[in-house]
């Protein structure tokens, strides 16, 4: 592993893998597919070297459910796929929702529906924050923007999916995936300090009762019941995890709303925008779900005017920027999509028009 506190270049995808193990991740079961095999390639290399299992499984189907296996004995476990292959994890995705395991599942998104195409994606954002699989859940979604949240953000996901106990995802691209930029690595986490699991399956010893990891369950009540409960844990997620990054937000009249990659073009025009005078922020979701609508509840508050979404897909993310709205100001959308990307001008003409609107209405 490179050193602590050391800045180095590295590519996305081996930033997640290095993170991953910095934060105490032990077991990593997956199956190849762009953009994201740089991922798994640095796990099967350096994971056996520091007592971790690899494990690169027959299908994304057998890949999730030994990461259930593993998540039920209290490890720190992983798995990373792109679009179609995390749509083969769904089921196994919602079976550790349903049995209330904490692990991590990677999305290096690529271009859909269906094989699509490698290049940069944002299309599977519904898929990722409507739940994964089946059945009433919802899990952490973190989208990083740059190399260095890539290491963050992995660490977060860790930790709040064995506080929660639910899967959480990190949502990515293939932008993301395979850009270097220098990188401070985390420091690693010391095992000892790793929360405890009393609810795994490790074995009683006859020292303490059986543990059962399941999610069948037989009675309609029990299982209500069951629901009722988990969704007060989301209720506290949405409550105390949402995360956002704001921009030039403080008086602006226009915010555009992007995530990942297409807020690094955003970042871009609203400078621009700024430049020529107009009052242009820009929000950046972190959180994808739980959505940060509370900083757009503020913004709303504070005076802006008009909302603008900009993301690599049809138009996906722009319904939660109009659920927080709620009517309190337009909301409008633009996109690139099949692996074509924005460009800032192309962002700053849709503020430019915004812009307009708003002082013909004056």
């Known amino acids: 592993m490179a050193e602590q506190n050391e800045r180095v270049l590295m590519k ?40 971790g299992t690899f494990l690169q499984a027959e299908s994304e189907v057998a890949a999730i459910n030994m990461v259930y296996g593993a998540a039920a004995a209290g490890a720190r476990v992983m798995t990373s796929s792109s679009s179609p292959g995390v749509s083969l994890k769904s089921e196994g995705a ?8 904490p692990g991590v599942i990677v999305n290096v998104m690529r271009g859909g529906p269906g094989l699509g ?9 519904f898929q990722a924050t409507r739940a994964l699989g089946h059945g009433d859940y919802f899990m952490p979604v973190l989208a990083p923007s740059t190399v260095q949240e890539m290491a ?47 609810w795994a399956t490790t074995g009683t010893r006859m020292e303490r009762e059986h543990n059962v990891v399941n999610s069948l369950y037989l009675s309609p009540e029990k299982l209500e019941q ?31 709303v992007s995530f990942g990659a297409a807020s690094r073009i955003a970042r871009t025009a609203v400078r621009d925008a700024r430049a020529k005078g107009i009052k242009a922020g820009l929000l950046r979701p972190i959180t ?29 993310m722009v319904e939660d920027v109009r659920l927080a709205v709620a009517g309190r100001a337009p909301v409008s959308f633009f996109g690139r999509t099949g692996g074509v990307l924005p460009t800032p001008e192309e962002v700053l003409e ?8 708003l002082k013909g209405g004056e």
């Not at 919602?94 to 395991?101: C, P, R």
């Not at 629901?227 to 555009?256: G, P, S, T």
């Not at 994808?288 to 049809?314: C, H, R, T």
């Open 152 to 198: 963050s953000l992995i660490y977060l996901a860790f930790d709040l999916a064995d506080e929660y106990r639910t899967p959480a995802m990190i949502l990515a691209d293939g932008m993301i995936g395979q850009m270097m930029e220098p990188v401070e690595l985390p420091e690693e986490r010391d095992p000892s300090t790793l929360p405890a699991k009393p």
């Open 288 to 316: 994808l779900w739980p959505y940060p609508e509370k900083a757009i509840d503020q913004l709303v508050e504070a005076g802006a005017k008009a909302f603008l979404s900009v993301e690599l897909n049809m138009g996906q």
């Open 226 to 256: 069951t629901n009722f409960e988990r969704f007060e844990r989301y209720e506290a997620i949405k409550a105390k995890e949402q995360r956002q990054e704001l921009m030039d937000c403080d008086d602006a009249e226009i915010v555009v």
């Open 12 to 51: 996305g995808n081996e930033v997640l893998a290095e993170a991953a193990m910095r934060a105490g991740c032990r077991f990593f079961f997956g199956y190849p597919i762009t953009p994201q095999t740089e991922l798994a390639a640095y796990m099967a290399k350096k994971l056996p070297l520091i007592g």
């Open 117 to 125: 195409g490698i290049q940069p994606s944002q299309s599977d954002y």
């Open 350 to 357: 849709q503020i430019e028009r915004l812009d307009a609107q």
């Open 94 to 101: 919602s079976y550790m929702a349903g049995a209330d395991l």
